[in-house]
């Protein structure tokens, strides 16, 4: 803390009479007037150290207690001996620090010196000798500006220390252009003895084909407070050995003698530089390489693309007949093997369809081989026309073709075979003329073979060309499928009742004949494509009345208390849902009507009539039996 104190002391000596005026009672309370406001701690004594005077501030910075004051201004001896007691002038005897204060008081000598009080706050202490005898003695809390003093101090040592090792070249520039100041790191840089750096033009320093653009660069920079200058440059060293340097430079307004000066820093970056122009020679390489990769990438593609075609060409070979276009045998018995093991675990109908086209060798032997390849690959076109888009065309062998139908029963391999057949005989082949074609339909059965399976459709297309030829047979190998083999006949595709399905009770008899005539009724809207419009309300009749048979039905069975009531009624709701959910997407239009009626007429009226429901007509006549 400063204050004028200092600036008066000269004019303390002309104050000869200060005493004199002081013990004035006239004059006692101006002077008490002009120290109270003064920035600085006041005292003033006589010769005989006896107190005239003190302001408010030497009390406060001294921290006296009032009670020293009270009465009469205190001696200096008093005031020495309580400083001495409360520790101001450190370890000893207080009577005998006391009395060296005063021993030093009464030399009357001009003194100056600093004291840290126990708070650690410091005081600058400054006593004058009066001439007329006595002394007047000013206090000044120095405390901030010492620690300023050191704050600075250890700044300025930081300063310096990070200056003097600095990876960087860090100096100055004045402006005339010379170097001012510099560190160490900027001689062993520049490979030049510091001393010598000192003093010499900047721009000595530089590439000489850049020294005059550096020249008018600094200049302007110099004159004008422009930004941070941040630019690469060109150096040379002292041994004629170059190197690339950052610069950035600062604009100092005021360096020496008010005039504008540069601080710069400097850091090595030949290292970079080489790197990047590595990196530019690199990237160019790898510019032609990449060109080259991305040639060879197209012919690869190219290659690639030929194989891919060559690829696809060879399996199309193995999975097609080359003549007609159709599945090869291999293919069609991975889908067989497929079909098979849907069935299994999802229960999904699957049937297959042998064809054989009839007295084909008589069209090679009369024709021509020629002929012969075009009336089947003619075939293949007839038949695709008539199949749906899940079913699969192959071809076995010679004249021989099979239909694999996923998800179909019997019934609706039976319907597309008819179809087939009768393109086929209405169909006038070029050269050939008209011809007919044989088919054995046979459904898979649970857990058989595909060799059993090939083998009952083989067995059936036998029969159909034993029997006459251009006609479609189903296999019919158990005793419960020649039953439902019977329902069928053939020439005019409709289910026939005959007394053997008969149950005893005349009721459900009647029932089941009237669900046999509506299955014949929808049979003929499918074979004559008949609209949906026309179609669905004869389907909505036989859901109809196939929902009271099975109410009648089950009151008959619980009536004469078969055993098997829970679980046959358990499957008349299992159908009634099935056949709900399938009306219910045929009227939406995400199903076909074959399909629907295979489960129907085939699944419902057929099958489950002649399956099932004969337990129950067995039972009932075990009980009329007991009651005879």
């Not at 510019?287 to 075609?309: F, G, M, Q």
């Not at 009336?375 to 038949?383: E, G, N, P, Q, T």
């Amino acid at each position: 803390m400063t204050c004028g104190c200092r600036d008066q002391r000269a004019e303390i000596g002309d104050l000869g009479h200060l005493l004199v005026l002081a013990k004035s009672p006239e004059c006692q309370h101006i002077i008490q007037s002009i120290i109270d406001h003064l920035p600085c701690g006041v005292t003033l004594f006589d010769q005989n150290l006896e107190m005239i005077a003190c302001n408010g501030l030497f009390r406060r910075l001294l921290d006296f207690p009032a009670t020293l004051f009270e009465g009469s201004l205190p001696s200096m001896k008093s005031l020495a001996l309580f400083n001495a007691q409360r520790g101001e002038y450190g370890p000893g005897d207080p009577a005998e620090l006391a009395g060296q204060v005063v021993q030093r008081a009464m030399a009357m000598k001009p003194h100056q010196f600093e004291r840290i009080r126990p708070d650690g706050t410091i005081l600058e202490i400054s006593g004058q000798p009066l001439p007329s005898g006595g002394f007047i003695t000013l206090y000044t809390d120095i405390t901030e500006r010492r620690e300023a003093e050191e704050t600075l101090r250890d700044k300025e040592g930081l300063l310096r220390l990070i200056f003097d090792n600095s990876s960087v070249a860090i100096f100055t520039i004045d402006s005339s252009g010379r170097i001012g100041a510099a560190n160490q790191r900027m001689a062993e840089m520049f490979m030049m003895p510091l001393e010598s750096l000192i003093g010499m033009e900047y721009v000595d320093l530089v590439d000489p084909g850049e020294q005059e653009a550096a020249r008018k660069n600094m200049a302007d920079h110099l004159i004008q407070d422009r930004p941070n200058v941040n630019l690469e440059r060109h150096y040379w060293r002292s041994n004629g050995t170059a190197f690339w340097g950052q610069l950035t430079a600062s604009h100092m307004p005021a360096y020496k003698d008010g005039h504008a000066g540069l601080v710069c820093v400097v850091s090595d970056i030949t290292e970079r530089k080489i790197a990047e122009q590595h990196l530019a020679e690199r990237s160019h390489e790898l510019e032609v390489l990449n060109l080259e990769l991305t040639k060879a990438v197209e012919a690869l593609a190219a290659s690639n693309a030929e194989l891919v075609a060559a690829r696809e060409e060879l399996e199309h070979l193995a999975r097609h007949d080359t003549l007609t276009g159709a599945w090869s045998r291999s293919r069609i018995e991975e889908s067989v093997r497929q079909e098979m093991l849907r069935n299994s675990r999802y229960g999904h109908p699957v049937s297959l369809i042998f064809i054989d086209l009839d007295h084909f060798k008589r069209i090679n032997d009369g024709y021509g081989h020629a002929v012969g390849d075009e009336v089947l690959k003619s075939f293949c076109d007839i038949a695709q026309k008539c199949m749906r888009s899940t079913d699969l065309l192959g071809r076995w062998g010679g004249e021989e073709f099979v239909i694999v139908t996923p998800n179909s029963g019997l019934m609706i391999a039976i319907l597309l075979a008819e179809r087939i057949r009768k393109a086929v005989m209405a169909y006038d082949f070029p050269v050939a003329g008209h011809i007919t074609a044989s088919f054995g339909v046979a459904e898979y059965r649970e857990n058989e073979t595909w060799e059993s399976w090939l083998c009952r459709s083989d067995a059936a297309l036998y029969a159909a060309k034993e029997g006459g030829r251009n006609r479609v047979i189903t296999d019919a190998c158990e005793a419960d499928e020649a039953d439902e083999a019977e329902l069928l006949d053939l020439s005019f595709l409709r289910l026939v009742w005959r007394s053997t399905y008969e149950s005893g009770l005349a009721a459900i008899d009647a029932q089941h004949r009237n669900l046999f005539e509506h299955a014949n009724n929808l049979l003929t809207s499918v074979i004559g494509e008949r609209p949906k419009d026309e179609v669905l309300p004869q389907i909505e009749s036989l859901v109809m009345d196939l929902l009271e048979h099975f109410r009648d039905e089950e009151a008959a069975f619980r009536s004469i208390g078969y055993p098997g009531a829970d679980e046959h009624a358990q499957i008349h709701q299992g159908l009634i849902d099935r056949a709900g959910e399938l009306v219910e997407n045929f009227a939406s239009g995400e199903l076909a009507l074959g399909d629907l009626f295979n489960f129907l007429a085939y699944d419902v009226v057929a099958k489950h009539m002649l399956s099932e429901d004969r337990k129950f007509f067995g039972h009932l006549q075990a009980v009329r039996d007991t009651a005879v």
